[in-house]
């Protein structure tokens, strides 16, 4: 049977200041371009594999550069992910566009990812559509000290709505992340180890 899983689609908010917007939707392999708000042009993409997913949420374009390497194709523009060095790019597999391929990058073709570039400035606010914990049939990993990503950002919100963590939620788990989950499993009568098992899960209300 699938769990259920709840949590806030977009993590972190980022406020839409510009004219230019773009939103990916990677179970449907397509990024969007809007222009003030009405959708003006698609790509299609690829998007990260199921073990190293594309970060959902909302992000700001923080870079644009060309020429990084083969594996990036002819363009980058990075994305503020705060766990890891994400961004939208070119490709020399062309036949890897439509697919779950990347190793959590957005993938285009070279002439759509150079079109793209000129089309969108440095602060455009990129939103990636998904659920942070994965798809509703996608087994949850234990997370613990040393792991990044989504998941880990969305644990300290929730730990931090409870009360029992006061440091950043940038998806990055660190000691002090460490010593929240083991006050919070403490108060809730399971083993304090710092790992994030499916009981604390529950607990934190992210699946039933």
């Not at 899983?5 to 406020?15: D, R």
């Not at 969007?32 to 790509?43: A, G, N, Q, R």
């Not at 374009?61 to 020429?67: Q, R």
Request: proline share 7%; glycine share 12%; hydrophobic share 35%.
């Amino acid at each position: 049977m699938p769990l259920h899983i709840h949590a806030s689609p977009a993590l972190p908010i980022v406020k839409d200041t510009g004219i230019v917007t773009i939103e990916v939707f990677p179970q449907r392999h397509k990024l969007m371009v809007y222009l003030d708000h009405i959708p003006y042009k698609s790509f299609p993409v690829a998007v990260g594999n199921p073990s190293t997913p594309t970060p959902v949420g909302d992000y700001i374009v923080t870079y644009k550069g060309k020429n990084w390497g083969p594996s990036f194709g002819s363009r980058w523009i990075g994305l503020n992910v705060p766990w890891g060095v994400y961004g939208i790019h070119g490709t020399n597999k062309p036949f890897s566009i439509g697919r779950h391929a990347s190793h959590g990058c957005i993938r285009m073709r070279n002439r759509d990812v150079e079109e793209l570039y000129e089309m969108i400035p440095v602060g455009t606010k990129v939103t990636i559509f998904g659920h942070a914990l994965g798809e509703a049939n996608q087994d949850l990993k234990p997370v613990s000290e040393g792991d990044a990503g989504a998941v880990v950002q969305l644990i300290q919100n929730r730990l931090q709505s409870a009360g029992y963590y006061d440091g950043p939620c940038d998806g990055r788990f660190r000691s002090s992340t460490t010593i929240a989950l083991k006050k919070f499993q403490r108060q809730n009568g399971i083993a304090a180890n710092g790992v994030v098992s499916l009981t604390v899960y529950e607990l934190l209300g992210l699946l039933e």
